[in-house]
Protein backbone atom coordinates (compact mmCIF):
# COMPACT_ATOMS: atom_id res chain seq x y z
CA UNK A 1 0.00 0.00 0.00
CA UNK A 2 2.45 2.86 -1.32
CA UNK A 3 0.54 6.51 -1.62
CA UNK A 4 2.34 8.94 -3.28
CA UNK A 5 1.41 12.20 -3.04
CA UNK A 6 2.14 14.89 -6.40
CA UNK A 7 1.43 18.69 -6.11
CA UNK A 8 -1.14 18.48 -9.16
CA UNK A 9 -3.16 14.96 -7.76
CA UNK A 10 -3.53 16.31 -3.77
CA UNK A 11 -7.17 16.12 -3.62
CA UNK A 12 -7.11 12.22 -5.64
CA UNK A 13 -4.62 11.45 -3.39
CA UNK A 14 -6.53 12.37 -0.16
CA UNK A 15 -9.55 10.99 -1.83
CA UNK A 16 -7.58 7.62 -1.63
CA UNK A 17 -5.85 8.33 1.43
CA UNK A 18 -9.68 8.68 3.19
CA UNK A 19 -10.71 5.13 1.10
CA UNK A 20 -7.51 3.47 2.12
CA UNK A 21 -8.23 4.26 5.62
CA UNK A 22 -12.28 2.76 5.70
CA UNK A 23 -10.59 -0.25 3.73
CA UNK A 24 -8.35 -0.34 6.59
CA UNK A 25 -11.00 -0.16 9.67
CA UNK A 26 -13.32 -2.30 7.82
CA UNK A 27 -10.78 -5.21 7.69
CA UNK A 28 -9.36 -4.59 11.22
CA UNK A 29 -13.61 -5.08 12.46
CA UNK A 30 -13.93 -8.41 10.46
CA UNK A 31 -10.85 -9.82 12.18
CA UNK A 32 -11.23 -8.55 15.02
CA UNK A 33 -14.67 -10.18 14.74
CA UNK A 34 -13.11 -13.81 13.89
CA UNK A 35 -10.89 -13.21 16.49
CA UNK A 36 -13.83 -13.53 19.04
CA UNK A 37 -15.68 -16.28 17.40
CA UNK A 38 -12.68 -18.38 17.53
CA UNK A 39 -12.27 -17.18 20.97
CA UNK A 40 -15.76 -18.15 22.08
CA UNK A 41 -15.61 -21.17 20.25
CA UNK A 42 -12.63 -22.44 21.84
CA UNK A 43 -14.44 -21.25 25.80
CA UNK A 44 -17.09 -23.32 24.49
CA UNK A 45 -15.47 -26.25 24.17
CA UNK A 46 -13.67 -26.19 27.20
CA UNK A 47 -16.69 -25.77 28.64
CA UNK A 48 -18.24 -28.54 26.71
CA UNK A 49 -15.35 -30.76 28.18
CA UNK A 50 -15.39 -29.91 31.37
CA UNK A 51 -19.33 -30.20 31.85
CA UNK A 52 -18.65 -33.86 30.34
CA UNK A 53 -16.57 -34.62 33.33
CA UNK A 54 -18.81 -33.18 35.90
CA UNK A 55 -21.40 -35.30 34.79
CA UNK A 56 -19.51 -38.56 34.26
CA UNK A 57 -18.29 -37.64 37.72
CA UNK A 58 -22.14 -37.44 38.95
CA UNK A 59 -23.26 -40.79 37.76
CA UNK A 60 -20.13 -42.43 38.54
CA UNK A 61 -21.56 -40.98 42.37
CA UNK A 62 -24.96 -41.61 42.02
CA UNK A 63 -23.86 -45.22 41.23
CA UNK A 64 -21.38 -45.06 44.12
CA UNK A 65 -23.97 -44.42 46.46
CA UNK A 66 -26.72 -46.96 45.16
CA UNK A 67 -24.15 -49.37 45.66
CA UNK A 68 -23.52 -48.14 49.16
CA UNK A 69 -27.34 -48.07 50.48
CA UNK A 70 -27.20 -52.00 48.91
CA UNK A 71 -24.68 -52.44 51.34
CA UNK A 72 -26.08 -51.49 54.48
CA UNK A 73 -29.28 -53.01 53.08
CA UNK A 74 -27.52 -56.35 52.70
CA UNK A 75 -25.54 -55.19 56.11
CA UNK A 76 -28.82 -54.94 57.79
CA UNK A 77 -30.11 -58.23 56.53
CA UNK A 78 -27.29 -60.44 57.57
CA UNK A 79 -28.02 -59.11 61.44
CA UNK A 80 -31.08 -61.25 61.00
CA UNK A 81 -33.54 -58.58 59.62
CA UNK A 82 -36.23 -59.50 57.32
CA UNK A 83 -35.06 -58.32 54.01
CA UNK A 84 -38.02 -56.02 53.17
CA UNK A 85 -38.12 -53.94 56.36
CA UNK A 86 -34.10 -53.79 56.39
CA UNK A 87 -34.82 -52.08 52.34
CA UNK A 88 -38.58 -49.86 53.82
CA UNK A 89 -36.26 -48.87 57.04
CA UNK A 90 -32.57 -47.34 54.39
CA UNK A 91 -35.53 -46.42 52.05
CA UNK A 92 -37.32 -44.42 54.86
CA UNK A 93 -33.64 -42.98 56.15
CA UNK A 94 -32.59 -41.53 52.69
CA UNK A 95 -36.54 -39.96 52.09
CA UNK A 96 -35.89 -38.20 55.16
CA UNK A 97 -32.63 -37.32 54.54
CA UNK A 98 -33.75 -35.83 51.54
CA UNK A 99 -36.83 -33.75 52.92
CA UNK A 100 -34.52 -32.54 55.34
CA UNK A 101 -31.74 -31.42 52.68
CA UNK A 102 -34.50 -30.16 50.48
CA UNK A 103 -36.31 -27.92 53.26
CA UNK A 104 -32.75 -26.50 53.90
CA UNK A 105 -31.98 -25.48 50.88
CA UNK A 106 -35.33 -24.30 50.64
CA UNK A 107 -34.67 -21.93 53.64
CA UNK A 108 -31.17 -20.94 53.11
CA UNK A 109 -32.31 -18.25 49.90
CA UNK A 110 -34.92 -16.77 52.93
CA UNK A 111 -32.40 -15.85 55.54
CA UNK A 112 -30.33 -12.92 54.99
CA UNK A 113 -27.04 -13.11 56.02
CA UNK A 114 -25.90 -10.56 59.07
Known sequence: MSLELTPGRKDRSIKRLVSNVQ??????????????????KEKAQRVAKQAGFFGAAGVLGYTGLLILFA????????????????????GIVVMVGTFVLVQRARNAGKSSPQ
Open 23 to 40: EDASLLVRQEIALAKAEL
Open 71 to 90: ALILGIIALGVAAWLATLGV
